[in-house]
């Protein structure tokens, strides 16, 4: 059970025993349910137990390794074993490569020679190897920037929540408490210190192919981000919505690139940014967004989604959040207009829409998250 | 595992179909005293699972719905603030140690959903709902007092649980609760029924039900299911429903189209899934399912 994937310990164990050697159950088809209940913890658990309980105890010789999505124990395993494939191949797969640029269907207009423009709905197996986008220097760029804002935005925010909550909730117990000392006259009334409750930021990055210049200084800031911000949530989003924030917060960053890397299967592939914003509304927001998020999204707005659908996802996310901020690395660009459908179609559920394209585009954004 | 299938019927007589899996979990839950946690979409009865199980040992059910600041003294106990501080008022002038140790008496204490889930003499059944919602801190300090069942008041001592209650805690597939609560917990993951169950949850809940109703309800409610909705149909939905189709005399679905789709409210509860499921979809889905 433990190859696979589950947290199953000592208890468990002989929790089971128990279970078994109860009377009654002596055939698998009784022991089955029993188990399953006891040795699962979640629901990919519950989803594969039934396969591995048949392949063990169907007694033939079948693989006991069945691959499980958002298996973290699984994926460090492969991490050591697939470590050298991995270094051996990583050439091959350069952020910017060729390869990727197949079957764009054309979501913009025809795109000017020297431009990438359009989208495309094209998935790219190969890992992108996220490594290569360690350079130091650019790095503890990246961290200073986002420790300058994560600063920027706290100290502001906490000066204006203690003018607005100053004199407001009594501490009852601890004044009654307090009071005991002059016979019951409430003398010193204690307030409750109101629970500090920092700015959310959610960043959805978006990691296809047409972003693929781009990609790294956002990883970089966005690494840096989770590094500083107590409050913050990452996503990376291509052909699928993938939750990147646990592998971004290691500390030691080339073993968050790697850990990136292994995630992020599909990196550099084509967009579908109205899917991921679905799955981001279904799957993720009742969790990650509140009253008091912003949430920052990182694309170009090439999208092979109908457009209609990153419209309505928008207006979804907008009702809940607080801010979007949509920061587009093509603004930067001469004669830029936000002709691609799916960006028009986004464009009015967004509160500022920002060019972001390198560290110094991003450091101009820092007057306006300080207001947030 | 006789008794599994003893619970099951049980939980039947009294409207809860369970099927066998969960049976299982209850059976266990009984047998190592565990807590069950329950995950599923909105919807699918977890809630439920927990008011049966009250119902089937004739016990209370006490239950602790989970939110965002969701802290200890929500949760555990309060003192009465107002009657202490009359009393101290009352006693103006005695001597101040015993004051406090009088105002700091079970008289003045409120005891919260966890208190009393183990200060009552005969097990409750404690709901812990959606626990998802509830802040991390919250988890952990929910664990100490679900691994050990006593709790310290600083004011009065510890006290120990006068019964182990059996404890029921839902999520929604949504936030990650932490390995430690998972497992302490055995785990149930609960889904839309299939046709066969929720025929049979609208049998018992609905006695005046016509069979072939019952069945073609369940039909067309998985076939809504699979529709694109924004808010997909619980079995409470379904109920509601059935109830409103009872009512108005419909006995087949096909024959008073018009009754099906102006009910079709009690269902969908957006404006968008309204017009997803527009006259001609809902013809098609009773045409399937008749």
């Known amino acids: 059970m433990r190859d696979n994937g589950f947290k199953v310990g000592l208890a468990e164990s ?16 009784q022991a089955r349910p029993a188990l399953k209940a006891l040795l699962c913890g979640r629901r990919s658990d519950w989803d594969g137990f039934d396969t591995l309980f048949d392949a063990y105890w169907s007694g033939r010789n079948v693989k006991l390794r069945i691959p499980m999505s958002g ?12 470590l050298s494939e991995q270094t051996s191949h990583a050439g091959e797969t350069a952020l910017a490569s060729d390869v990727e640029r197949r079957e764009a269907d054309g979501a913009g207009e025809a795109a000017p020679a020297g431009k990438r423009e359009g989208a495309s709905s094209f998935e790219t197996l190969t890992r992108t190897d996220f490594r290569k986008i360690a350079d130091p220097d650019a790095i503890a760029a990246a961290h200073k920037l986002a420790e300058r804002l994560s600063h920027k935005m706290r100290t502001h925010l906490t000066r204006r929540e203690r003018i607005a909550r100053r004199g407001r909730h009594i501490d009852l117990r601890r004044t009654i408490h307090a009071s005991l000392g002059t016979g ?5 009334l204690v307030l409750r210190r109101p629970r500090h409750k920092p700015l959310r930021l959610v960043i959805l990055l978006d990691a296809s192919g047409s972003m693929s210049l781009y990609t ?15 409050e913050a949530e990452a996503f990376l989003f291509h052909t699928r919505l993938v939750h990147v924030s646990d592998a971004l917060r290691e500390k030691d960053t080339v073993r968050a690139l790697d850990r990136l890397g292994l995630m992020a299967e599909g990196v550099g592939g084509g967009t579908r940014v109205g899917e991921a914003m679905a799955t981001f509304n279904r799957w993720h927001a009742a969790r990650v967004v509140h009253s008091r998020t912003c949430v920052m999204i990182f694309s170009d707005g090439y999208d092979t989604s109908p457009p209609e659908l990153l419209g309505a ?3 979804h996310l907008r009702r809940r959040c607080r801010r979007i901020v949509w920061l587009n690395p093509l603004i930067g660009w001469e004669g830029y207009e936000p002709s691609a459908r799916g960006m028009a179609a986004a464009l009015p559920h967004i509160d500022l829409f920002a060019p972001a394209h390198n560290l110094e585009s991003l450091a101009a954004l820092e007057p306006y998250l300080a207001r947030l | 595992m006789e008794q599994r299938q003893d619970i099951a019927d049980r939980l039947a007589a009294i409207g809860y179909i369970a099927d066998g899996e969960l049976a299982t979990a209850l059976v266990l839950m009984e047998m190592l005293q565990r807590p069950l946690l329950v995950e599923g979409a909105a919807g699918v009865g977890k809630t439920e699972i927990a008011k049966a199980l009250a119902a089937l040992h004739g016990t209370e059910l006490i239950r602790l719905q989970c939110y965002e600041g969701l802290d200890r003294s929500d949760a555990l106990y309060e003192w009465n603030y107002q009657r202490q501080l009359l009393a101290i008022k009352a006693r103006e002038g005695q001597d101040a140690a015993a004051t406090e140790a009088h105002v700091f008496s079970e008289d003045y204490l409120m005891e919260r959903p966890l208190l009393a889930a183990i200060r009552r003499p005969i097990a409750p059944v404690l709901l812990i709902d959606e626990i998802d919602r509830a802040d991390e801190e919250f988890e952990a300090f929910l664990l100490e007092v679900l691994s050990d069942f006593q709790v310290s008041i600083p004011e009065l001592g510890t006290i120990q649980a006068m019964t182990i209650p059996r404890v029921v805690l839902t999520s929604h597939d949504t936030r990650e609760l932490s390995d430690a609560l998972r497992r302490r917990c055995l785990y149930h993951a609960l889904d839309f029924p299939d046709v066969d169950r929720e025929a049979r949850i609208l049998l018992t809940r609905l006695p005046g039900i016509d069979t072939t109703l019952a069945l073609q309800i369940a039909r067309l409610m998985e076939q809504i299911r ?5 808010k997909v149909p619980g079995i409470a939905e379904t109920l509601v429903w059935a109830a409103a189709l009872v009512g108005l005399k419909v006995t087949r ?17 957006t404006r968008e899934d309204r017009a997803r499921i527009s006259r001609e979809v809902a013809d098609r889905l009773i045409g399937k399912v008749a």
């Open chain 1, 14 to 29: 002989s929790d089971a025993l128990r279970v078994l050697s109860t009377s009654g159950i002596d055939r698998a088809v």
């Open chain 1, 71 to 82: 298996n973290a124990a699984l994926a460090s395993q492969r991490t050591i074993k697939t």
């Open chain 1, 184 to 188: 019951g006259t409430p003398m010193r």
């Open chain 1, 216 to 230: 790294g200084v956002f990883i970089r800031f966005v690494h840096g981000v989770l590094d500083h911000f107590r």
């Open chain 1, 313 to 315: 996802e928008m207006a």
């Open chain 2, 226 to 230: 699979r529709q694109e909705l924004s």
């Open chain 2, 253 to 269: 679905l096909e024959e008073d189209r018009a009754a099906v789709y102006e009910t079709l409210s009690c269902v969908l509860k």
